[in-house]
């Protein structure tokens, strides 16, 4: 086979093992066992439901501010304030994954209490795919919803420069017979990777994408690039990312706006994300055996109507996510060759070799 | 000065003479004086924000459906259930107004009690614009969403008949320099209405709007009204449209999905729409002084965004609202004359003249 071929082809690994791989990695920096174990898990639970956006890609990019000590190792996480349903937390500047995961923990013990419970947390950093940690809450019979915000690329509605993050927002309902539903997205209208993809193959892109530094609609995606892509259908989706950051930043403490560091480029600073967790015991409003038949009926129903022309299937937001997860879980996780690579040179003093965590 | 001339200048009209007037009519009905001032104080409220289509125009079917039965004049709202901060309420078949404020008033009770509170609503009728009692929230210091499911006129993303209402969307948060942060919108692109003004007028409507009955994108005006209506923003806004029937529907026990009745066509069934209220207390947090600090630097920062090429000014949701509800609190709310007759042969056996109403 040449070497092309297994390019195309990508190796397949096994999710315990490449969770075992980036747990030594991040155990290797100065994370404790428990929270390596975590952030990896986190990451690769988002390679298995084919967001590998949000998978081990990046690894490295955790590594850096973990070894430019722009992330705290072992993070001091605090309550600062609660009430009978509400929990103020201080993540410590802790790595997302981390705090994203106490905060539920938290808000989970109040909703326990109370009936629902409410989140914010400030000092936090890069949180991941929501779904990782909406899953928790799912599997403990709550409605969730996780909010963080994110470095300023997003100009507001009207506005020609960024001011908002791609805010994504987080919501997850259990079912039975289906897939839970999991809306997990960014609030704006695409990934900005996708623009420099485009933009790399010298492709134009759809207008509604995306403005140039002047605020004019472009399909230009090196304009684009220069510019700021645009938030999901206008000044509505505007307002939800609005929303996300008053929750997120505003109330909790943190950053907003553009106080929120940047990822990638500010490797000096903590970023001073913001989140907000809000979480809901559905069996205080019914028995969950009714409320889980009256989900699985109504995605029965919504399953049921005919698609538009083009279209095989209408699907629920989290299903097709939870089949590549099926899928991925078996025939395990598809690495393209770059990332492998990436992978060996950061495991490389781990003593775990990753080619024994092909499939 | 010519019948044409008026017709187009508009009869002003003093929003507590217009109050008055529209608590009349509901009295005659059977309402309480009290439940009857709410529920034109609510009207009254859309059109001091310039919210005409949620206005008294909506008198007729509101006395329509009283006059049917369809609606509980003196509904018996029930606590089916509570816990520390969730309520579970029955809102006894009764107006939408008067069933949303007794909603929100246990919501802030179990809120100022637990720090923040989650009220589910069955039985409930169509409430109207959602600012009107986020308002009693942000007054007391809350941030608030409140979110209602809607007949079936909207098909989810990639289906092509109705399954969805326009499930409305309201999010409010408390200002001080500036006016509060209200975000009160319907789940579709657009209104439906706006739709139908295009047909009357044989003009074509933006693409991404609507579907035809076969579930085709058209700019055709009666087309779309034959097909149906789209969410904003693709599939996002179909999962946020989701997420409000599932909590106004499913979790409350209310109608979801088809299962709820129509407010003009279906003059024999309750409507069972279901509601959702989530209330958070900013003091819980940090102090109410320091948040409004906090909320007032954002939107300044915002507003001092220079705006994209042809608009005059980076406007937050609800601002336009505040700056209408301002003027026309002095000078007057503007009434069409098909609205003005409505409104005299409502009203003809209360004893009120609409004209001395006028400003």
Known sequence: MSHKGQTSLKAMYRPEGLIDFCTAIFAGEGLTDADARLVADSLVHANLRGVDSHGVTRVPIYVKRLQKDVVEKEPNIQVLSE????????????MGAVVATRAMSEGLRKMRESGSA???VRNNNHVGAGAYFAAKATAEGAIVFIYSNAPPTMAPWHARTPYFGTNPYCFSVPARKHPNIVLDMATSVVARGKIIVAAERGEAIPPGWAIDEEGRETTDAQAALDGCVLPFGGPKGSGIALMIDILGGVLSG?????????????????????????????????????????????IDEIKALTPVPGVNEVMLPGELEART???RSTDGIPLPEDVESMLME??????????????
Do not use: H, W
């Open 118 to 120: 409410s989140v914010a």
């Open 254 to 298: 943190a950053g907003f706006g553009r106080g929120i560091g940047d990822l990638y480029r500010e490797l000096s600073v903590p970023q001073n994300v913001g989140s907000f967790i809000q979480l809901i015991n559905i069996a205080r409003f019914m028995p969950m055996e009714r409320f889980l038949d009256r989900i699985d009926t109504m």
């Open 346 to 359: 950061y495991g490389k003093d781990t003593g775990f070799s990753l080619s024994e965590c092909r499939v």
């Open 83 to 94: 009430a009978r349903s509400t929990v103020l937390l201080d993540g410590g500047n802790g």
């Open 325 to 327: 997860e099926a899928i």
